[in-house]
């Protein structure tokens, strides 16, 4: 392949990486992907019949200039962000120069400028598939800048391709397998520079304002039956992972991850009201104290990467007490729920909670039905106007309770036993959603259920909440952490008793009715493992994991200098041991030492004198016919025809067989080796 | 103690600098570590590391592709003013396995254009002959501006360069052109002392027995067969004459006249040593005696190649009769002025 034609087509190549970049950060959509996948064939193609059909300047500018205009309009109007809008302008940059390419320098700087595709992708995405698109970048980009650099030289020098390709270019060429060793070369050092660079910045800027999409049902406002469109979402949106050695985290209690808890509701919405929030202070290791756990409970750390969701809240195993997180503030409410404002510090932190136990402890008795409620409970026994049969379906189910906290059970075992799970939550009656839900329909998804519990605890006095958040999600053993998909969106219940405070209750069959995780195929979960790698080492790593690792080195070092000293005293035990380490020591300096000699390397060059050249030489030698230093081979010969004429046709033989082997590269034949053993054989009898 | 010794094994064996296109990688590099300190965004650092890393490896690469190379340049021991001059350099790569990608012999000029000589490839153990012509334009001492070994390879982000070679002083002789025979008997004056030599003319000398290397024109076939062994004919010089140049004056009225007369001297003493003629130079502080063979003929050009009008020899009387050493020669005489 003609080296301009290659290093078209990888420039080409180049811009494809970059553009897939683009669209997998959500940059350029299946639209602009089209007309940008039109424009690179167009040209290609132009570029291909340039010579023969060449465009008028007028022409081309009228089109450059109208598209500049355009993409000035973009910038300052219409796109959607600042980094949208740089984006526009990158593509026209690089289309303009594919499209006008005179010389190779257009080529180049389309090339450079794809890399900037990928730096703008990698200010909104996060996705393990941008590694994939840089390792083509690296590979792509590394062969073309050789390529580059080898047909400009040539040009500049007009060498021509006859030179260039007397290696060749193509993939088993040895330019090519240098290229692939640079980028395997690069990518390992990039690995490396990746890890030690210091992490010493602040997140101060940020090109878009949102990242990722956003979901409802993590609002603080909750419609009934605004999950159903998420419910059926396989995508994984958070990974939890136990940094902590926890024995089988799958039998971890009540283990769930709580979101929002909404204290008002209307008939049809529940929201947060009015409430106290506040700011939570750092403790001196810098993390946020929440509560003082009160030690009823397993404490367990969770390590929880959420990918943009769009939502402020901060999902935790309830009830957390500590959070590590690169956050300048959060804010905990007085229902506990806790939000934080920047995107980017919600995407990793690390929990500490007291995981709730059932039965819970230090549950009080209390009387029953319930006397009266301290005054701050009122809001959590709020309620909208109900039918009359609604109370005495609550009354009905706890008739007969002992306490409270019996009472509670009762419904939950009521509502999780004589309801369905649904998703298909069409409205059959005129009734109230709650009400058609417990006397008509009868089935329902999780808020359902969690309204009509928390409304019929209400109801006989027990405050009550609904929390929004999602489920515990599914175990992945290759990766040692949960994968909780958007399915796993979930609201239950807390009610208040006397003791241990707020307890959860969920009321829903959801778990039972759901199938087995139907993604448990293998390929698929190393793919998640790789992406939960991806994110706690590349897009989460920090100057703390630096710290830890900076850490471990330590302690590996000192252990290693404690096994050298070991080894030390071993080899003081054995007799004459020294001696032999030192000679050791000896002989690879002398080998060092003679490889790094100055005329190392001619001894290398004199290889490359014919060894039947050398043997003559050393034969004259032995007769006191010296080479001088100056003198060159054929000087040498006459010299020696001069003085010893015996030995004329034999030298003249060898040093014209010297000539060519040396300087004409060319191979003698077995006729011609035959006869210069006999000249040599000459030298030695004489 | 020359300070130059000192320094030698501190100096770096390279000097390495960035290309207009190294410049933009190292401003992105910068431009982007500002913004992922400020963004905090990881992919942002891997992407200076990216680049980072691919500058570490350029300059690995481009120092595997240096490493072992051996250049040795030389100039032509004779220059002439206003005539190219052929330099040549050897370069060897010495490396056992590896191939040197993408070298360039620059040669640089002083106040002109550098030329390149580009290779774009070296096999390990293998070596090139590398040549090019130059031209200086005036005769005396010149300080030539030398020759460097560089590469931009792999990514021509960095100019990796090897010490400058080559960049010595050298004696340019006057300019010399073709004298014909004609000429020469114009020019030529009185003298005598004819002596038959043998030499490349057309009338002949001797003959002798062949030897190995003889030109086989040469053989008299004739003779030969007569005495059934090769003989061969030698030639005698087309000029005998010993001859005298003379420069008459100082030439310090007019430059251009100075330099036309001596590079007319030149040239009839390259013909005369040429044709075999001993050749002796004198004129206004200047005396070589009499010599033949292309050693004379160096002698006597440096001697022109060199020759001030301004300098106080300059103005010591000229060798001429009664002076110790004098012979009776042909005589050639150049006037200066």
Redesign the interface.
């Known amino acids: 392949m003609p080296a301009l034609l290659a290093l078209r087509l990888i420039t080409y190549l180049l811009v494809c990486a970059g553009v897939a970049a683009l669209a997998l950060a959500g940059l350029l959509g299946p639209v602009g992907g089209a007309i940008l996948a039109l424009a690179l064939t167009g040209s290609w193609v132009i570029d291909q019949v340039r010579n023969r059909m060449p465009v008028r300047p007028f022409f081309a500018w009228a089109i450059v200039v109208a598209a500049a205009a355009a993409i000035a309009v973009d910038l300052l109007y219409l796109a959607q962000s600042l980094l949208d809008g740089m984006v526009h302008l990158l593509l026209f940059l690089i289309l303009l120069r594919l499209f006008r390419r005179r010389s190779l320098k257009d080529l180049r700087d389309a090339g450079f400028l794809s890399f900037f595709m990928l730096v703008a992708a990698s200010a909104v995405t996060f996705n393990v598939s941008f590694l994939f698109v840089f390792i083509a970048f690296l590979v792509l980009g590394t062969w073309m800048l050789i390529l580059h650099h080898i047909v400009s030289e040539s040009d500049q020098a007009k060498t021509g391709a006859t030179d260039l390709t007397v290696g060749g270019i193509g993939p088993r060429s040895p330019l090519f397998r240098i290229s692939l060793a640079a980028a395997a070369g690069t990518f390992a050092l990039a690995g490396v520079m990746f890890f030690i660079i210091p992490r010493v910045g602040q997140a101060t800027i940020h090109f878009r304002p949102e990242l990722g999409r956003r979901i409802s049902g993590f609002t603080d406002r909750v419609e009934l039956g605004a999950y159903g469109e998420i419910e059926t979402d396989q995508t994984v949106v958070m990974r939890v992972h136990f940094p902590e050695s926890v024995t089988d985290p799958e039998r971890l209690p009540n283990l769930r991850w709580r979101g929002l808890a909404f204290d008002r509701f209307d008939g049809r919405i529940w929201e947060a009201g009015p409430r106290r929030r506040g700011p939570v202070r750092r403790d001196l290791s810098g993390a946020f104290r929440l509560v003082e756990p009160r030690g009823t409970g397993p404490i367990v750390r969770q390590e929880i990467f959420l990918d943009p969701i769009g939502a402020d809240a901060v999902f935790v195993a309830p009830q957390a007490a500590r959070i590590e997180m690169r956050a300048g503030s959060i804010v905990l409410d007085d229902m506990g729920s806790i939000t934080a404002a920047a995107t980017s510090a919600r995407l990793q932190y690390t929990v500490d909670s007291e995981l709730e136990v059932t039965p819970p402890r230090g549950l009080r008795d209390a009387p029953w039905p319930p006397v009266s409620q301290p005054p701050e409970a009122a809001r959590y026994l709020q309620l909208p106007p109900l039918p009359e049969r609604i109370p005495a379906l609550a009354r009905e189910v706890t008739a007969g309770s002992r306490s409270p906290y019996e009472a509670a059970l009762k419904l939950n075992h009521y509502l999780s036993t004589r309801f369905t799970y649904t998703l298909v939550l069409k409205q059959q009656t005129k009734l109230d959603p709650l009400e058609e839900f417990l006397f008509a329909r009868r089935s329902g998804n999780c808020e359902y259920f969690a309204a009509a519990m928390a409304v019929m605890l209400r109801s006989v006095g027990i405050p009550a909440r609904v929390v929004g958040g999602f489920q515990r999600g599914d175990w992945n053993p290759y990766g040692a952490y949960f994968m909780v998909r958007m399915k796993d969106a979930h609201s239950w219940v807390e009610a208040f008793f006397d003791g241990p405070g707020w307890v959860s209750f969920d009321p829903s069959p959801r778990a039972a009715a759901e199938e087995a995780f139907g993604g448990r195929r293998t390929a698929a979960l190393y793919f998640d493992a790789l992406r939960m790698r991806w994110y706690r080492h590349v897009i989460n790593w920090s100057l703390r994991d630096q710290v830890g690792v900076a850490a471990s080195m330590h302690r590996g070092a000192s252990e290693w200098r404690g096994s050298l000293l070991g080894w030390r005293d071993s080899l003081r035990a054995v007799p004459g041991g020294w001696v032999v380490a030192m000679a050791v020591l000896m002989l690879v300096t002398a080998w060092m030492l003679r490889r790094h000699a100055p005329g190392a390397g001619r001894r290398v060059a004199a290889a490359a004198v014919p060894r039947f050249y050398l043997q003559a030489l050393r034969a004259l030698a032995r007769r006191g016919i010296r080479r001088g230093s100056t003198e060159t081979a054929r000087e040498f010969s006459g010299r020696v025809e001069r003085a010893t004429p015996a030995f004329a046709p034999a030298v003249a033989r060898l040093t014209a067989a010297y000539e060519r082997c040396r300087f004409g590269e060319g191979a003698l034949s077995p006729e011609e080796a035959a006869a210069l053993d006999a000249s040599l054989a000459a030298l030695r009898r004489r | 103690m020359d300070s130059e010794w000192w320094w030698r094994p501190f100096r770096p064996r390279r000097t390495i600098w960035p290309t207009r ?1 190294g410049w ?1 990688c190292l401003f ?1 590099v910068i431009g ?1 570590g500002v ?16 680049l ?3 500058i ?2 350029s300059g ?2 481009s120092e595997q592709s240096m490493r ?1 190379l ?1 250049l040795e340049a030389d100039a032509p021991e004779e220059i002439y003013a206003g005539a190219p001059a052929l330099f040549g350099a050897v370069l ?1 790569n ?3 396995w590896l ?1 040197s ?2 070298v ?1 012999l620059e040669l640089l000029a002083r106040g002109g254009r550098t030329r ?3 290779l ?2 070296l096999e390990a ?3 090139r002959l590398l040549t090019w012509d130059e031209t200086l334009p005036a005769r005396g001492r010149h300080r030539l501006a030398g020759v460097r070994l560089t590469t ?6 960095f100019l990796k360069a090897g010490h400058v070679m080559l960049d010595r002083e050298v004696l340019v002789f006057p300019a010399v052109r073709p004298i014909s025979p004609e000429e020469l008997l114009r020019l030529v004056g009185a003298g005598t002392s004819a002596v038959r030599r043998r030499g490349r003319g057309h009338d002949l000398y001797n003959l002798r027995a062949y030897r ?1 290397g003889d030109d086989p024109r040469l053989i008299h076939w004739r003779s030969s067969a007569k005495v059934e062994s090769l003989l061969v004919r030698e030639m005698e010089a087309e000029t005998t004459e010993d001859t005298r140049v003379v420069l008459s004056g100082r030439g310090e009225r007019d430059a251009a006249r100075l330099e036309a007369a001596l590079s007319e001297a030149a040239s009839i003493t390259a013909h005369l040593a040429r044709a075999g003629a001993g050749v002796e130079l004198t004129g206004a502080g200047l005396f070589v005696p009499l010599g033949r063979g292309p050693g004379q003929a160096r002698r006597i050009l440096t001697e022109l190649a060199l020759y001030d009008p301004r300098a106080p020899e300059a103005g010591a009387a000229e060798f001429g009769p009664g002076a110790r050493g004098w012979r009776s020669l042909r005589e050639v005489r150049v006037e200066l002025d």
Do not use: E, H, M, Q
């Open positions: 296109d933009w992105v982007l913004a992922a300190i400020n963004t905090g965004n990881n992919l942002l650092y891997l992407l200076v590391s990216l980072l890393s691919l570490v490896v690995v690469l072992g051996r060897a010495s490396k056992r191939t990608y993408s360039t390149f000589i580009y774009p490839r153990g293998r070596d931009r390879f792999p990514f021509g982000l190995a």
